[in-house]
């Protein structure tokens, strides 16, 4: 199974700050993946599709970028709404594997 | 609007069953793969099962195969997940969700969640 590896696990930062959080993959996925946000209590959100493409009605500030094992989100000015923690899932293999969550927190 | 609505969660104790189904709406059922991801508590998502549009491809995880059947009934608009021999670690949220097409494999639209929790 493909495994899939995301850092930090938790990000304190400020309102305005540019956030990237970075997601590995234990092999070659080209650029099948997917990105996620999910508030407490709530079901995930898709932000991200085949790593830079920004899904329908989600925020500008919010990119993705990378291809192969290396991936990044970036959220570049952070806004009260985006607290909340973010998945990774890769979408190659046959096991749709997700990261083990980054969430960004309040500095 | 697309909606997708779980339910048939609950407590069950080790070595029991559950039906898990998710009603759709809002979308032309059939045409599009459709997958079960859970979710322990405190924990991160974990995919589970998934479906194509025709319910004739299936795949499970590891950690549920042989153990778990998923199904669609198309005329009905619902998907389900049957789960045998229940284990402490199935305690989870579990989430149906939709693909963008038939077969891509990730997932545009969730539903709300039923939880299931295995204790005796």
């Known amino acids: 199974d493909i495994q899939m590896t995301q850092s930090p696990s938790t990000l304190s930062a400020s309102i305005g700050d540019r956030v990237t959080i970075t997601c590995r993959a234990s092999?070659?996925?080209?650029?099948?993946l997917a990105w996620y946000q999910q508030k407490p209590g709530k079901a995930p959100r898709l932000l991200i599709y085949?790593?830079?493409s920004l899904e329908s009605g989600v925020p500008s500030r919010f990119s993705g970028s990378g291809s192969g094992t290396e991936f990044t989100l970036t959220i570049s000015s952070l806004q009260p709404d985006d607290f909340a923690t973010y998945y990774c899932?890769?979408?190659?293999?046959?096991?749709?594997?997700f990261g083990q969550g980054t969430k960004v927190e309040i500095k | 609007e697309v909606q997708l609505l779980e339910s048939g969660g609950g407590l069950v104790q080790p070595g029991g069953s559950l039906r898990l189904s998710c009603a759709a709406s809002?979308?032309?059922?059939?045409?599009?793969?459709m997958t079960w991801v859970r979710q322990a508590p405190g924990k991160g998502l974990e995919w589970v099962s998934a479906?194509?549009?025709?319910?004739?491809?299936?795949s499970y995880a590891d950690s549920v195969k042989g153990r778990s059947t998923i199904s669609r009934d198309n005329s009905r608009n619902t998907l389900f997940l049957q789960m045998n021999s229940l284990r402490a670690e199935d305690t989870a949220i579990y989430y149906c969700?939709?693909?963008?097409?038939?077969?891509?494999?990730?997932?545009?639209?969730w539903g709300q969640g039923t939880l299931v929790t295995v204790s005796s």
């Open positions: 899932q890769q979408y190659n293999s046959y096991s749709r594997t």
């Open positions: 085949k790593a830079s």
């Open positions: 969700a939709k693909d963008p097409g038939d077969s891509i494999w990730y997932f545009d639209y």
């Open positions: 479906i194509s549009g025709s319910g004739d491809s299936t």
């Open positions: 809002g979308f032309t059922f059939s045409s599009y793969a």
């Open positions: 092999q070659s996925i080209s650029s099948w």
